[in-house]
């Protein structure tokens, strides 16, 4: 797990975060909704735009804590 994401990396929340969102007084305001907003599909950037700031410090703290992580490459599809 990389400590500091690249703006490109697609990021996607883990099992402990999943544990966390239906109790959002266990995270503060911004990590809350760049969790909820982190789907695995969105970059670091997408992130950013989202949250209206640059979300890369938000998103290194919730990587150290286990709570984000670096979403597998899709494979291209066959159709």
Excluded: C, F, K, Y
Excluded at 20 to 35: E, G, K, M, S
């Amino acid at each position: 797990m990389p400590s500091n994401p690249d703006r490109t990396m697609r990021l996607q929340r883990t099992a402990e975060a999943w544990s966390l969102l239906p109790h959002p007084q266990a995270l503060d305001r911004r990590a809350h909704a760049l969790l909820l907003l982190a789907n695995g599909h969105r970059t670091l950037r997408e992130l950013s735009l989202l949250v209206g700031t640059n979300a890369e410090p938000l998103a290194r703290q919730l990587m150290q804590q286990g709570l984000l992580q670096d979403a597998p490459a899709e494979l291209p599809s066959l159709h």
